[in-house]
């Protein structure tokens, strides 16, 4: 019932024949990238959000200060190189030469340790970066300067991090911007300039080739070295209909399409001009509950619906029945990591009885307030678990009100913190990279830090001391010890709802090549053959 079948799929990309030209039918350009994103772009500001397409747009216009490679270490991207000193607490970065912004202007040193600035007080690592820096200073235009008041060996990789929000660099005056605020002006450093005039928000983004980037030396690897662009353009078409996006991919109107929805994948692996590759560290669903309103500012009743969570449910839905599209019984990080454990799962593995749910629902003292449950129906793997759980939702007795809307209007509207009934919100759902829940550190599903926290703002003092704790473990035993008691209490106060990982894919034309298969959407490097 929640999902397609494979028949209707295909009986969609039938259909599509009958539907209106894509709207960027064009014969195939050497000199034009057409890319369909997997949602509309809601908010602009890579800093502000978390939302992935954001991040992806970001990646184009900006650049960061070290980039990551495919086996996950941090290099140096936009600085030369750095030293460090005094004992592991005083770290100087030089910037390397030729970087420009978008408007020609020299980067400098200033507009880094701004951005850094804002960057840190909306994402987990920065924040444990900056309570561990006492100065951080631009001394000139090239050198960049943090003196720590106790060592954090992990300062490149937070300075290069992939995941949502990446620390972007931009020039001083929009990363002045308050942090809880979106920047209007979208000059950056990055191979990528957005083309403002040009893009139509909830239909088009486009984005210009900038011919005064400097790829630094060395070999291309995600988000690490060279970040040569062989596109004047590229063109990014937002098309939630899956049937629509399906025919322009086999008709070539369109070069690649981000994130297929599995029951639309057997026409498109048929076709010998369509490659399909899955995402090498898979995403992880949940459930963000709204902690600062009723009724999930009720510890009691968030802990009552762990026990109607069935994952497997939620992920067939999203991923269909395919043989290895899906796993389930899946904590707080990502499986087959160092920090993956069974801590806690009792919570997911025991027999799932909802009319035992539905008691203890009842006694954690709700009271029937209204439940508003943001679906995002323009993004089929998330619109699948929004449906799974606006069904258990009413069978274990919450009121729920399910709005449906677009993934962009979601993005925004997530970010309210007034009541329901001023357009406010109790739960929404989405997926985190496997890259972004690897560790204690980057998890933002399992942090406890209120108001600077990720959206739905969960305030968890035990939370926090094990996050701290987990920086200052002397090894990896130690660490992965925390790791586990840090999820026996997520599991106990349920912050957020673990639906289990799937594993999505993303399709293009074989004509494309230099392709890299990341957990981000990486358009430099790309030819049409």
Known sequence: MLRRNLMQGAAALGAASALPRFAIAQPASARVLRFI??????????????????????????????GVDNQFRAQPQMVAGHKVEDDGKRWTLTLRDGLKWHDGTPVLARDCVASIKRWQKRDPMGQELASRTDELTAPDDKTIVFRLNKPFNLLPDALGKLGSPCPFMMPERIANTDAFAQISDYVGSGPFKFNNTES????????????????????????????????????????????????????????????????????????????????????LGFGRFNHLQAPFNNPKLRHALMGAITQADFMTAAFGTEAGAWADKIGFFAPHTPFASDAGMAALTTPRDLEKVKREVAASGYKGEKVVLLGATDFPIINALCLVADDVFKKVGLNVE??????????????????????????????????????????????????AGWIGWANSPALEAQRSAWFDAPDLAAQQAIARRQQEIAFDEAPTLPLGQGIPNTAFRRALTGMQYGPAIMQWGVKRG
């Open 37 to 66: 994103p997997q949602s509309d772009i809601g908010v602009l500001d890579p800093i502000f959000t978390t939302a992935y397409v954001t991040r992806n747009h970001g990646l184009m216009v900006w650049d960061t200060l070290y």
């Open 200 to 283: 139509v928000r909830g239909s088009r983004f486009i984005y210009d080739r900038f011919e005064g980037y400097v790829p630094r030396e060395g070999t291309t690897s995600w988000t690490a070295g060279p970040k040569i662009v062989n596109f004047d353009r590229a063109e990014w078409r937002v098309t939630p209909d899956g049937a629509t996006a399906a025919a322009a991919l086999q008709a070539n109107e369109a070069d690649w399409w981000e994130n297929p929805p599995n029951d639309l994948l057997p026409p498109l692996k048929r076709d010998r001009n369509i490659a399909v590759e899955a995402d090498p560290v898979g995403l």
């Open 402 to 451: 399910y709005v449906a809307s677009d993934w962009g209007t979601v993005v925004q509207r997530r970010t309210s913190k007034e009541p329901t009934e001023k357009g406010g919100w109790s739960i929404f759902f989405t997926y985190w990279s496997g890259l972004d829940v690897l560790n204690p550190a980057v998890n933002n599903t399992v942090r406890g830090n209120g108001d």
